[in-house]
């Protein structure tokens, strides 16, 4: 342990010496945090989720409450610490504690003063009995959650972020492989991974999370899709009562079940990837020729040709269904897609553009845009770690996996709110960490306030500064 008044020596700075120590003082580097915990008290997140475990712990034997718990963990996945094992030294930080709405910041009154005095917020082990209680039958496994609770809770508070007087709401579908690296409950091998592992299904509206399922890899990607729309449609209704809801997503949810359930339901759409096969590919020979020809005569540009057309399988459609092919010549190859729709080609009466579902413009504008949500689900991974399924349990992963999302909607509630028309409105959750959340502050608690001072130097001062007003005046529609 190196004392506080022992200096550090480091090369020299022409006459000037350079040494550093750890005289300090009390010190966060996320100072950020701040701003977290006003976008979760404007969405009312932790307080929603903790109504969603039952807490069976003596009120008068313990210092951390499940609300106080929820917010260390998503917090700190939000600021980059998706390891349990990163709250060891976590718990000794005032301005966390603060965050975490800790009346005692500095951890002074403490149950156990003699082990536990000047830590505020809960360690490594009570964080793990938080994740792992309802899989273990022990006394000291008392915190329940409730699966279905936080499933609805998750998809309320995302609901609640859609404009109230949308139009029309497009909702992007993905399945996602999370790789695994133990022995944990439901894995598989999937062979498009190459790998072991969980393929939760995610669901989002633009930049908002929906829904997040987690499922075993040995399941067909449209598993369990149905139910959970019909939980997200409804919940859409009651916010948006005359939005026309678009589902779009590839070729791995183009099933009878899906297409059938979205025919049957008012002013739901869908527009999916379908896999190329011989019956396909003759009904775009035409366009595919043109393609190559008009590829020779331009001189080798990139060229595209489209086909529309009614299709219907064999065995497994119950009505013939509109199909969009497209031809693609490069210098490169040759490719051919099609995309499978009930959205009619002339439009809705009432619509300004009634052009937007020709062939052309429904494949290049709407379907491709489905990558957008790709780009989510990266920085769901690799910004908060959400594909980090390390406890044996699948209960657990599951608890894990909604954690990580709820801390991705505080952070896009963030850049949505507080960070709009600024250079990092279109950033990611990792850019967001790097320049604005983690940033080092002087924190002092006294009786009537705790002071955090960030740096003068610091190059985002006047953003976080913007962020930090706006956040202060949003009062979100609950209407």
């Excluded at 342990?1 to 120590?21: E, I």
């Excluded at 149950?111 to 792992?132: V, W």
């Excluded at 657990?396 to 996996?401: A, F």
Aim: proline letters at 3%; charged letters at 25%.
């Amino acid at each position: 342990m190196v004392a506080a008044n022992q200096s550090l020596l480091f090369d020299d700075l022409g006459p000037r010496r350079v040494q550093a120590d750890f005289s300090g003082g009390t010190l966060s580097s996320d100072g950020g945090v701040l701003l977290i915990r006003q976008v979760d008290r404007s969405l009312g997140l932790s307080t929603a989720l903790a109504h969603c475990f039952t807490d069976r712990r003596h009120p008068d034997c313990i210092d951390h409450s499940v609300a106080e718990l929820l917010r260390q963990r998503i917090y700190g996945l939000a600021l980059g610490y998706e390891d349990l094992n990163d709250h060891e030294q976590l718990r000794r930080d005032p301005l966390l504690a603060a965050a975490c709405e800790k009346l005692d910041p500095l951890g002074q009154n403490r149950l156990h003063p003699t082990q536990d005095k000047g830590i505020a917020l809960a360690g490594p082990s009570t964080l793990n009995r938080l994740e792992l209680s309802n899989n273990k039958d022990s006394r000291y496994h008392k915190i329940e959650h409730q699966p279905q609770l936080i499933e609805q809770c998750l998809l309320t508070l995302a609901v609640k972020c859609l404009p109230k007087h949308a139009s029309e709401i497009i909702l992007d579908l993905d399945a996602m492989g999370h790789r695994l690296y133990g022995q944990q409950q439901g894995r598989n091998f999937h062979r498009y991974y190459d790998d072991y592992c969980y393929l939760p299904l995610y669901i989002f509206a633009g930049d908002v999370p929906l829904w997040a399922q987690l499922r075993p890899s040995d399941v067909d990607p449209i598993e369990g899709v149905v139910p959970a729309l019909e939980k997200v449609v409804a919940a859409i209704r009651r916010r948006c009562r005359k939005a026309r809801i678009l589902v779009r997503g590839d070729c791995g949810f183009s099933r009878e079940e899906l297409m059938h359930w979205c025919e049957s339901q008012a002013q739901v759409y869908y527009c999916l990837g379908f896999a190329r096969n011989p019956a396909l590919q003759r009904e775009v020979a035409d366009a595919l020729a043109n393609a190559r020809t008009a590829h020779c005569l331009s001189g080798g540009a990139m060229v595209r040709r489209f086909a529309d057309f009614q299709y219907q399988t064999c065995f497994s459609w119950s009505r013939r269904r509109r199909m969009v092919g497209k031809a693609e010549v490069s210098k490169a190859a040759q490719d051919v897609r099609f995309v499978l729709t009930n959205l009619p080609a002339n439009g809705f009466a009432g619509d300004e553009d009634r052009a937007r579902f020709v062939a052309e413009r429904l494949y290049e504008e709407l379907y491709c845009g489905r990558g957008e949500m790709e780009n989510k689900l990266k920085q769901q991974v690799l910004d908060l770690e959400a594909d980090r399924m390390s406890t044996h349990f699948l209960a657990s992963n599951q608890l894990r996996l909604w954690f990580a999302t709820l801390a991705y909607l505080l952070i896009e509630r963030m850049r949505s709110w507080g960070l709009a028309g600024t250079e990092l409105a279109q950033a990611t959750a990792g850019t967001i960490r790097v320049k604005l959340l983690k940033v080092a502050g002087q924190v002092r608690v006294t009786v009537r306030r705790v002071s955090v001072q960030l740096s003068s130097a610091w190059a985002w001062r006047d953003l976080f500064t913007c962020c930090a007003q706006r956040l202060a005046t949003v009062a979100l529609d609950s209407g």
